[in-house]
């Protein structure tokens, strides 16, 4: 059962985990051009950069190898995408089963409970371990080039990344498993992440909302973590609830 | 007994999908469930398999089970090497040899797509799936749908073969030949009710045509060219006097699916 998921959602990991990988290898060769792009900000008026929080002080040290990867790294690429990567991964799991009627063949064979188990833990895991692989990557590449970098905060940014992908992957499943199809909780989870990003973006007090602000700060402290966390939870005790008292 | 369902209801919205029908398998027994679409067959046999949740009544399953869909969907993008694989892996008591068998009997290559199977290839291959399970009550909805009929008359073959080991049968069709060739009992549905229940000799030998130009108690069947009705009705309460012919069981179906029930 576990290897039907895999080959499930074999494509949407591979192309999902190749390119983010694809795009570590360019951050790291686009790193010899760093020099070269501070000299090409020298040239832009005074004062525009800074609007966006492109200092001169922050170009000098984008030319650190340990900020370079913090920051454009976890802070920006990798970041960015640890909510896509839980809500591709996570929208078809029971949506595709439940559109092409296959939900029927599992459910006669398997207890609801079993099933549900391995539909939401198999991709879980797999994302999680994709996810230590992007996330842990820079280390042996740093050791290798001779650089150093802070593994603390490297191990500060996995553990926040872990907790946003359960989240959002608790909350695609949610959808999920209560579609009918699999558009449906495609749309329902950016509409979801879109809004919750612009509300907590501009509401100071809906400041949590947005989750983008704790993944790409990699900011691990307490209530932001727990509330995430708690929220993934009741996310995940709500799709469970579903799916037992669905009918197929 | 296998199966006994007592006043099962299930609604969807206002409406009664099933409304309180009641019925039992019997152990090496093939009952079978006929009616139009729409009847609440399949919806019934969903709520048998708990892919549905009744809404009240009772469900008594006395053994293990397997179920045929009507749509028989099978993962498309799956070789049928890998669907036998997963079979092994969550059917029930699942005999692959068997499997293999019947499926290079139909001549189904195991290095194909699903997707590349025709809809009775696919049905071949769930019913040899099915089939390769070992459980105690088989549910088939409308097994034999999109088979050839050479195809259909082996497959009935290996559904009347089921009870000679014991099991029981529980199954869907619209084909009504193929109900009087090998079910045992039958029960007929219309609007979520059960409108007759019984073996098939003895609903033919209880119901009988008459041919009259006065309204009788019965299901009415047609209307002939001369004004006078052919009504379905019980032997016993047919009036004194009148000629009564045997009815097939299609002109029982008929009359009762359809016909109008004339109550005086």
Known sequence: MIVKELKDMKVRFLVMFFLLLGTFVLLVVMKDYTPALTEMLKNIPEGFLEKFGVTEEFIKKLSEWNFYIITQWYGKNLGQFVPILAIIIAFPIFAREIENETIELLLVRLSRKKLFIVKFFAPLVFTFVALFVLALVPVPVSWFIGEKLDTGLVFRYLLVEMITIYLWFSITVFFSVISSDQVQPLIASIATLAGTTVLGGFVKTLSTLNTYSYVLKGDLTLWPSLIYTLTGVVFTYLSWKSFKTRDF | MILKVKDLRKFYGEKAAVDGISFEVEKGEIFAILGPNGAGKTTTLKCITGLRRKNSGEIELNGTFTYLPEEKKLYPYLRVKEIIDLFEKIGKDFNKKNCLELLERYRIDLNEKVTNLSHGMRTILYLSLVFSENVDLYILDEPTW???????????????????????????????A???????????????????????????????????????????????????????????????????????????????????????
Do not use: Q, W
């Open chain 2, 178 to 264: 193929e109900v009087e060739k090998i079910a045992d009992r039958v029960a007929i549905m219309k609007e979520g009710k059960i409108i007759l229940t019984g073996s098939l000799d003895d609903i033919k030998s209880s119901y009988g045509l008459v041919v009259s130009k006065e309204d009788l108690n019965g299901y009415l069947l047609k209307t002939l060219k001369s004004g006078e009705k052919v009504y379905l009705m019980k032997k016993e309460e047919a009036p004194e006097g009148v000629e009564i012919e045997e009815a097939t069981f299609e002109d029982i179906f008929k009359a009762i699916v359809r016909g109008e029930r004339n109550d005086r």
């Open chain 2, 146 to 176: 999109g088979l050839d009929p050479l195809v259909r008359n082996e497959m009935l073959e290996n559904v009347r073969t089921l009870t000679f080991e014991g099991k029981s049968v529980l199954y869907t069709s619209h084909v009504l």
